[in-house]
């Protein structure tokens, strides 16, 4: 990817997740990225497809990460390890989860990547699930939808609710939860 273009996607980024798809224009990310409209055409055909190649790099990354070789641990121990990941992503790649609450809770940017959006939900469900089939096969689908929901609120709380989160205890009392599980 070229420079210029991994700038306007980082730009983007930023201002979607600060303002908001709908209230950025194409010539706010041209301001901020210091390039033409041109440049940024040549790349992308609009706004959308700068939206969805955002999400779509940020669902790959996401795989990536989950997708080194865990048969050799015990359930427990890669439910600590996903935890670590995730709260690690949270605390050092705010602006990433910022956007994905932006986009969840605007209609627009949720109908723009609802195929995205069902993917990856498909994807991090899958990846959970395939974990909790190793410690109750018959309770998976449902421990996979609580832990799910947990990590989102923990996030929905962190990003947007509280000014002074205490994100290193609720890590903490997350994985002594799930140590033992």
Do not use: W
């Not at 070229?2 to 730009?11: A, E, G, I, P």
């Not at 923990?154 to 609710?161: D, E, Q, W």
Request: with cysteine; net charge neutral; aromatic share 10%.
């Amino acid at each position: 990817m070229s420079d210029k273009k991994s700038k306007v996607l980082q730009v983007a980024t930023k201002l979607f997740a600060e303002n908001g798809f709908e209230n950025t224009s194409m010539a706010n990310i041209c301001d901020e990225a210091n390039v033409s409209k041109g440049l940024i055409y040549h790349h992308f055909k609009s706004k959308e497809s700068i939206l969805i190649e955002i999400f779509t790099n940020v669902t790959n990354q996401m795989i990536e990460m989950n997708s080194a070789p865990k048969s050799s641990q015990k359930p427990q121990r890669q439910l600590i390890h996903l935890i670590e990941t995730i709260f690690s992503q949270l605390e050092h790649d705010k602006l990433f989860f910022q956007l994905n609450l932006n986009i969840m809770f605007q209609p627009i940017t949720r109908q723009i990547l609802k195929e995205q959006i069902e993917k990856r939900a498909a994807l991090l469900f899958n990846s959970v699930k395939s974990i909790f089939d190793q410690i109750s096969l018959k309770e998976s689908t449902l421990l996979s939808y609580i832990f799910i929901a947990e990590i989102d609120g923990i996030a929905l709380n962190y990003l947007s609710v509280f000014n002074e989160y205490p994100l290193d205890m609720i890590k903490e009392a997350l994985v002594n939860k799930y140590k033992h599980f």
